[in-house]
């Protein structure tokens, strides 16, 4: 039994690439276009095309998102979302899927991939962290995104979790900066993309329900950014171990 899933897992690995490049190039044009369009304006433009693409493709790759929380997000505000990393499927969920025009911290790494690199670009703050200028620039960066009006997607565990733990230990920027720009953190807990894109096996995908979890927003009010950071990782810890098996 145990073979015949590896064997289906690397089949439909070849079904979820194909479909996703295949709708890609559909909405790649049209997404191009919001280039033209000065932000926020342009970003909103940019999500919707987005969200439609990332709606069809995890349909066609049997992997339907479930969205709850969107409440939490008051009309004209923005906020950090602070998202956990299980899986590169991660990435494609949280840009289409936060209420709003919004802009995710990403590896300037993607950024080079032909096409798709143009793409992911216009969704992203890019950084090299291995850059201390680099990682000042993205900050400074971040700091115009939400005085625009826009949310900030972050990653505070830095890279996938290849861990047994529900999180690996935050990195402070995303905690730094709601600090610093007394900007509310809205905690994201995603579920499941661990069990259809494993980090550890290579060309496997494996189809399951995702769900995505927007937290109550977190004032950082007279918090340190290291008070903050212990206060979000518990909160998503903790709402991660309840909820993970539902």
Same mark, same amino acid.
């Given at each position: ?55 069809v493709w995890l349909r066609l790759a049997g ?12 009309k004209g505000r923005p906020f950090i979302i ?14 289409? /899927?936060?209420? #709003? $025009?919004? @802009?995710?911290?990403?590896? !300037?790494?993607? &950024?080079? *991939? %032909? ?54 230990? /935050?990195?402070? #920027? $995303?905690? @730094?900066?709601?600090?610093? !720009?007394?900007? &509310?953190? *809205? %905690? ?16 496997y995908f494996i189809p399951q329900k995702l ?36």
């Amino acid at each position: 039994m145990r073979i015949i899933k590896e064997i289906a897992g690397r089949i439909w690995a070849v079904w979820a690439i194909i479909s996703f490049v295949a709708t890609f190039l559909v909405i790649f044009i049209p997404s191009m276009f919001t280039y033209l369009i000065p932000d926020p304006k342009g970003t909103v433009v940019f999500i919707r095309i987005a969200k439609i693409w990332m709606s069809v493709w995890l349909r066609l790759a049997g992997c339907p998102l479930k969205v709850s929380g969107k409440e939490n997000f008051a009309k004209g505000r923005p906020f950090i979302i602070t998202c956990n990393h299980n899986s590169l499927l991660d990435i494609p969920l949280s840009c289409p /899927f936060i209420p #709003g $025009a919004n @802009k995710t911290i990403a590896k !300037t790494s993607f &950024a080079k *991939i %032909p096409l798709f690199g143009w793409f992911y670009s216009k969704g992203s703050v890019l950084v090299d962290r291995k850059s201390e200028t680099s990682r000042r620039k993205s900050f400074e960066e971040m700091k115009a995104v939400l005085q625009k009006g826009m949310h900030m997607c972050i990653y505070p565990e830095g890279t996938r979790n290849r861990t047994d733990e529900p999180l690996k230990k /935050f990195y402070d #920027g $995303a905690f @730094k900066l709601a600090v610093e !720009t007394n900007t &509310a953190i *809205i %905690p994201a807990v995603i579920f499941n993309t661990k069990k259809a894109l494993p980090v550890h096996k290579s060309f496997y995908f494996i189809p399951q329900k995702l769900r995505m979890h927007f937290l109550a927003p977190v004032d950082p009010g007279e918090l340190s950014p290291e008070q903050l950071k212990e206060k979000v990782f518990l909160l998503m810890k903790e709402y991660y171990v309840k909820n993970k098996d539902q």
